[in-house]
């Protein structure tokens, strides 16, 4: 595609639900980024995967947050036993070869609201 | 990950003038890239102008230039001829492979 997709634009969902989020990234990218922006704690990364694995997972706030990338394409963030302070902006961004060097392409983020 | 202060929240700005916002970050690291991004009402986060530490000429992407000052890791970003499509959130960031955010400055452009 053209740019990086997210899937679902908006979330609502109960405390204690699960939730997916989807990443597509720009075809050919073989880095991809997870990050949250809240009005809190602004932009943090969560965690960044080149092809299939996650070098780094760093950022995820505790375990009931996972990801997964699948066929150096596609990723998921699955939140379980969703809390309200989940609630916030998740970006995903991709980049060509995923060093220092490459700029990063952002999706426009699913809006996660917990009630 | 490394430390990168906005200190300006927010920034107002005439139509066609220009204005200035101030980055600073903290590294030990001697080749590093920084960059700005802006995000609109949108959500999107778009590139807006990307800078290379060994460079020492100030990077420029048409109306938006940078005032690079490596001994001070001072990083700002000046939009010239102000344009209403330019409100929106501006972030600094420090690319070490994951991007480090500064807190973000709001910039309105009056008409």
């Known amino acids: 595609g053209a740019g990086v997709s997210q899937s679902p634009s908006n979330k609502v969902t109960e405390k204690g639900k699960d939730v997916e989020l989807r990443c597509d990234p720009i075809?050919?990218?073989?880095?991809l980024y997870w990050y949250r922006q809240s009005l809190g704690q602004g932009l943090e990364f969560l965690i960044y995967?080149?092809?299939?694995?996650?070098?780094?997972k760093s950022g995820l706030p505790s375990d009931r947050f996972s990801a997964e990338r699948t066929g150096g394409s596609v990723s998921t963030l699955t939140i379980q036993r969703t809390q309200q302070e989940d609630s916030a902006v998740y970006l995903c961004?991709?980049?060509?070869?995923?060093?220092?060097?490459?700029?990063?392409?952002f999706g426009p983020g699913t809006r996660l609201t917990v009630l | 990950a490394q430390t990168v202060t906005q200190s300006q929240p927010e920034m107002s700005v005439q139509e066609a003038e220009t204005v200035t916002l101030s980055c600073t970050y903290d590294t030990s690291e001697n080749n590093y890239y920084l960059f700005w991004y802006k995000q609109p009402p949108s959500r999107q986060m778009i590139l807006v102008i990307r800078q290379e530490a060994y460079k020492q000429q100030n990077a420029t992407e048409n109306r938006f230039s940078v005032n690079f000052q490596k001994a001070a890791k001072s990083f700002s970003l000046k939009i010239s001829d102000s344009q209403l499509g330019d409100t929106a959130m501006y972030f600094c960031?420090?690319?070490?492979?994951?991007?480090?955010f500064g807190a973000g400055t709001t910039v309105t452009v009056r008409a």
């Open positions: 995967f080149q092809g299939n694995s996650a070098p780094d």
């Open positions: 961004a991709s980049s060509l070869g995923g060093g220092p060097t490459d700029t990063q392409y």
């Open positions: 960031a420090y690319n070490d492979y994951k991007l480090s």
């Open positions: 075809s050919g990218h073989t880095a």
